[in-house]
């Protein structure tokens, strides 16, 4: 029977890898690409062209039971930002789309962790109820209602340049997967590098 899971970027990484929709090398770069440059790992992702902006929200619907309501289709309502720290929704990519009581509906742009949601709530004293977005339909409504342009995105004349990056070495995923998932990951091989985030993500393997 499928458990529960967190919401966390290792796990959706390792099942990416496992549906064999990304390569393990590419999803571990573009892993130490976010957690370096503050980019979001959805948007390397997309950006770099590793997956498709719906599919990937597709992926993350199936894996966590979540519904898909973009920005396209349910337009956010003023009231939802009431109170809410717009540089925190900026830096996330997350857009408040409406409020019931103590309970905030918020669009992710496909995923974000389950801390920032945790902290979000905790800050403003209510219940979050996240909801799948795209990454560029959430950029782009950023864009227009609270930043001129998105924090930590690349230019755009550097956009398409990460794929040099991910041809780069023979990086091995350092990554090993929690109790809170449902898929076995069999053996594989030695690291071929040494990786910073190796004590706090999961390993994935062939």
């Given at each position: 029977?499928?458990?529960?899971?967190?919401?966390?970027?290792?796990?959706?990484?390792?099942?990416?890898?496992?549906?064999?929709?990304?390569?393990?090398?590419?999803?571990?770069?573009?892993?130490?690409?976010?957690?370096?440059?503050?980019?979001?790992?959805?948007?390397?992702?997309?950006?770099?062209?590793?997956?498709?902006?719906?599919?990937?929200?597709?992926?993350?619907?199936?894996?966590?039971?979540?519904?898909?309501?973009?920005?396209?289709?349910?337009?956010?309502?003023?009231?939802?930002?009431?109170?809410?720290?717009?540089?925190?929704?900026?830096?996330?990519?997350?857009?408040?789309?409406?409020?019931?009581?103590?309970?905030?509906?918020?669009?992710?742009?496909?995923?974000?962790?389950?801390?920032?949601?945790?902290?979000?709530?905790?800050?403003?004293?209510?219940?979050?109820?996240?909801?799948?977005?795209t990454v560029n339909t959430n950029n782009k409504w950023i864009e227009d209602h609270l930043a001129s342009e998105v924090p930590g995105a690349l230019p755009s004349e550097a956009v398409g340049d990460w794929s040099n990056i991910f041809d780069e070495g023979n990086a091995a995923v350092l990554m090993e997967l929690t109790g809170d998932e449902d898929v076995d990951v069999?053996?594989?091989?030695?690291?071929?590098?040494?990786?910073?985030?190796?004590?706090?993500?999961?390993?994935?393997?062939?």
């Amino acid at each position: 029977m499928k458990r529960k899971q967190r919401l966390d970027y290792a796990n959706l990484a390792e099942v990416l890898r496992q549906r064999n929709l990304v390569d393990r090398r590419r999803l571990s770069l573009a892993l130490q690409t976010s957690s370096q440059s503050a980019i979001p790992f959805p948007e390397v992702l997309v950006t770099d062209g590793l997956i498709g902006d719906f599919d990937l929200a597709r992926v993350v619907s199936d894996l966590y039971s979540l519904p898909f309501l973009p920005v396209s289709v349910c337009t956010p309502q003023p009231e939802a930002m009431a109170g809410l720290d717009e540089a925190f929704l900026r830096r996330h990519r997350l857009i408040p789309l409406d409020r019931f009581g103590g309970l905030l509906t918020v669009c992710m742009p496909a995923i974000v962790p389950a801390d920032v949601l945790g902290t979000l709530a905790a800050s403003n004293n209510i219940q979050v109820l996240p909801v799948v977005g795209t990454v560029n339909t959430n950029n782009k409504w950023i864009e227009d209602h609270l930043a001129s342009e998105v924090p930590g995105a690349l230019p755009s004349e550097a956009v398409g340049d990460w794929s040099n990056i991910f041809d780069e070495g023979n990086a091995a995923v350092l990554m090993e997967l929690t109790g809170d998932e449902d898929v076995d990951v069999q053996d594989g091989g030695e690291p071929m590098f040494t990786d910073p985030l190796a004590d706090s993500l999961p390993q994935i393997e062939d």
